[in-house]
């Protein structure tokens, strides 16, 4: 008996002390925690007396941010073509759209809120001490399943909305939270602080404003979609050139080299060729005037020669002159002069017979006629190009003349003076008519050809020339040129080496080529 009610002391002692214990504690059950009251206190900080001059001292934000990120630029008002489409009185902006607005006006936004200016503290749950926020349960805690319906009977919406904005936040809300409800399930004991623990009072801060500059915004008095004000540029015309040139520069060469002892024999062999012209037009409204210079030489060794370790092959010096006036579409009456001479003196071989020399003979021709002039150029092709000029002369007249009465007269068509074997006339006048011809057809950027064609006949003398030159480029300074020049002339007396009154010289060169 004695022990029982001993023992029933001890149960009422124990449950008077847990009582007692209890009226300290809050009780927190579920998602149910008893908060205390927050009461407003003023700020324990003293506050201080600053000037307007030391207000500005301090920096703000802002100019660390420029200080740090070079490529910031200082927000600018809005251009009128944003203004256009932001009409705030009329349609909100949706967060996403405001936050991009912002980015675009003053990049200086992406500062995060956590960040403080004074001790640059980046506030992270993550990584404060643990406070315990309650909520056992969780907030989406279900006894049944919620998408029982949806399964049944599935609903396909119209329209999906954008989950990709902000998902860096989203993400990173997740992650605290995982890592909250880790401890909070598996090491509960490493919360030492809970919200009841925090401090009840609100510090009242006080605040410094410091005055800003905000531009005023562009007022839009006129519509902005309306370009009635708005003079139109002003058209550009450039200072048209009625004079152009042209000129190309050519030097190349053949080598042949055989030794002594070669057994089908032989002699060593060096050509050298060169050409250079130059073109100076003039071209307005009706008028044409067209200028033309070439000088071009072939010279190469000759080994069977006692007298000269050289000869010239080809020496000619030519001055072209056309002017024109148009009659209709690409005809153009015309008067045309030509001037033909070479510059070297050239010697039959092992003899002191020259053969021609400087003005020894020169020709010139005159005529009156009419010229065809096109220039043609291809669509599937730009470098592709055809030039081609063509002059008749029905009265023309040409003048041959030599300084030097010692040269070979005979073959370059001076007359035989009458009773006599072997002289000539040294000068020679003819009338009659005149065909000159030029054209250049440029394949592509590299290949080219060049024809020249004349024909001059005084009714009973006919002399024809036709150039023809190919030239294929390697690169843009040089080429590999085949050059074909025949020559037709009825006055020049047959050789019995050469029973023909036509003339051919042809060659094959590599070397230096230039254009502009």
Do not use: C
């Amino acid at each position: 008996m004695v022990k029982r009610s001993v023992l029933a002391l001890f149960i009422v002692l124990l449950f008077s002390s847990n009582r007692v214990g209890a009226q300290d504690v809050n009780i927190i059950g579920g998602n149910q925690l008893n908060k205390s009251v927050q009461v407003a206190a003023p700020d324990t900080f003293p506050l201080l007396e600053i000037d307007e001059v030391e207000l500005e001292k301090i920096p703000d934000l802002r100019t660390q941010f420029e200080k740090l990120n070079s490529s910031y630029s200082s927000p600018v008002a809005p251009s009128e073509n944003l203004l256009r489409f932001l009409k705030k009185d009329e349609v909100e902006l949706s967060p996403e759209a405001q936050y991009w607005v912002d980015w675009v006006r003053d990049p200086s936004t992406v500062i995060s809120p956590w960040m403080t200016f004074r001790d640059t503290m980046i506030v992270n749950p993550l990584f404060t001490p643990l406070l315990f926020r309650g909520g056992l349960i969780p907030e989406d805690f279900r006894l049944s399943d919620k998408d029982f319906v949806s399964k049944l009977r599935p609903n396909y919406s119209l329209f999906k909305p954008d989950t990709t904005l902000f998902q860096d936040e989203v993400l990173k809300n997740k992650l605290q939270n995982m890592a909250y409800d880790y401890v909070r399930i598996n090491h509960p004991e490493y919360f030492r602080y809970s919200e009841r623990d925090l401090p009840t009072d609100i510090v009242q801060t006080h605040i410094i404003k410091k005055p800003t500059y905000e531009p005023e915004l562009i007022k839009i008095e006129k519509d902005p979609n309306a370009f009635s004000d708005v003079d139109a540029p002003v058209k550009f015309i450039p200072e048209r050139r009625y004079w152009t040139s042209h000129f190309e520069s050519a030097i190349q060469f053949a080598q042949n080299y055989i030794s002594p002892n070669w057994h089908k024999g032989g002699v060593s062999t060096l050509n050298l060729t060169n050409r250079q012209y130059f073109v100076y037009n003039y071209n307005k409204d009706k008028i044409q005037f067209t200028n033309e210079l070439e000088w071009k030489t072939n010279v190469y060794t000759a080994p069977k020669d006692t007298l000269r370790d050289y000869k010239i092959g080809d020496d000619v010096l030519r001055l072209h002159s056309n002017i024109g006036y148009k009659a209709f579409n690409k005809w153009f009456y015309t008067f045309d002069a030509t001037f033909q001479t070479q510059m070297f003196s050239n010697f039959a071989e092992n003899t002191d017979n020259k053969l021609a020399g400087f003005l020894s003979p020169f020709s010139i021709n005159l005529g009156l006629g009419m010229k065809y002039d096109l220039n043609k150029s291809f669509a599937n092709n730009r470098y592709k190009k055809l030039t081609l000029s063509t002059n008749l002369a029905p009265l023309s007249y040409t003048f041959m003349y030599s300084t030097n009465k010692n040269i070979d007269l005979g073959r370059h068509g001076f007359k035989k003076i009458e009773g006599t074997e072997d002289e000539y006339e040294h000068k020679l006048s003819q009338f009659g008519s005149t065909i000159n011809a030029t054209m250049t057809f440029q394949f592509n950027r590299n290949i080219s050809w060049y024809s020249r064609f004349y024909y001059f006949t005084s009714y009973d003398r006919m002399l024809g020339e036709f150039e023809n030159r190919l030239t294929m480029a390697i690169s843009r300074f040089f080429s590999t040129t085949i050059s074909l020049n025949l020559r037709y002339d009825d006055a020049v007396a047959k050789k019995d080496d050469f029973d023909s009154y036509l003339q051919v010289n042809e060659l094959l060169s590599f070397g230096f080529n230039y254009k502009w």
